[in-house]
């Protein structure tokens, strides 16, 4: 990863792709035409340097491994307005849409020339964006009865030892923690969750939340954490009471 002066104001750009020779390419070629460029290799190292560098606009490789780019983007644009530059080897229409539509700004196919990226990038820092708010970071660990949210590594701890959990449980139950005791509707949680591929009648979050309370209620058929409201969707109740 490159590190930029300390006192640099030039716009700040962090490319997230697993390719070695086209990160240290982008770093070369961004950084001498006037950018301040950081390269990760993957989500868990984008989030790290997310904690305490805040960009000016994303590149982002769509495939990725462990979380790919259309999650990363869509959980971003959750939180931020930082413009996103997608990337993809495929180059196929559906992917443009689909990144498109789950919040990137603009759409690059593989492969490319450096000079157009620079171009596409500069057109995304002259845009008007909303003041872009630092991301917010929760707590490496958050903690409800037994459990431990640690969201660094993502994973579920009982009592130091780990429960085992999808990436899409992973995902609700992070939602969750994150907007404790406030009911959250079904509409919210599939496009929070699902984003690009919403449909009205999607029930997959109610099979979701049955999953879950399975793995963290004592009693699944009268929960204590993850509450219906009915008519209105759930309540995670952090506490664990009833009532």
């Keep these: 990863m490159t590190t930029p002066a300390a006192s640099s104001a030039l716009p700040r750009v962090l490319v997230v792709d697993d390719d070695p020779a086209l990160r240290q390419l982008l770093s070369d070629y961004l950084g001498s035409n006037g950018l301040d460029v950081r390269t990760v290799p993957d989500g868990v190292a984008m989030r790290e340097t997310l904690a305490g560098w805040l960009p000016d606009a994303i590149v982002m490789d769509l495939m990725l491994p ?3 780019g259309l999650s990363l983007t869509r959980h971003l644009k959750a939180q931020s307005d930082v413009p996103v530059l997608m990337l993809s080897a495929r180059g196929e229409e559906m992917d443009r849409v689909i990144g498109l539509e789950v919040g ?14 620079l171009a596409r990038l500069r057109a995304l820092l002259r845009r008007p964006h ?23 590594g993502h994973r579920l701890l009982r009592e130091g030892h780990e429960v085992a959990l999808t990436g899409a449980e992973y995902d609700l139950l992070a939602a969750f923690v994150a907007h404790p005791a406030r009911v959250l509707s079904r509409d919210w949680l599939i496009d929070h969750l699902k984003g690009y591929d919403r449909d009205p009648f999607d029930r997959s979050i ?4 049955t999953r879950l309370r399975r793995k963290i209620e004592a009693d699944p058929a009268s929960p204590r954490f993850i509450r219906t409201v009915r008519g209105e969707g759930y309540l995670f109740n952090p506490n664990g009471d009833q009532g």
């Design 130 to 152: 909303a003041p872009t708010a630092p991301l917010r970071q929760p707590a490496e660990r958050a903690a409800f009865g037994p459990f431990q949210l640690d969201t660094a």
């Design 206 to 209: 109610d099979s979701r939340v």
């Design 66 to 68: 462990g979380e790919d």
């Design 104 to 117: 990137a700004d603009d759409y690059l196919p593989k492969p490319f020339g450096p000079r157009e990226l």
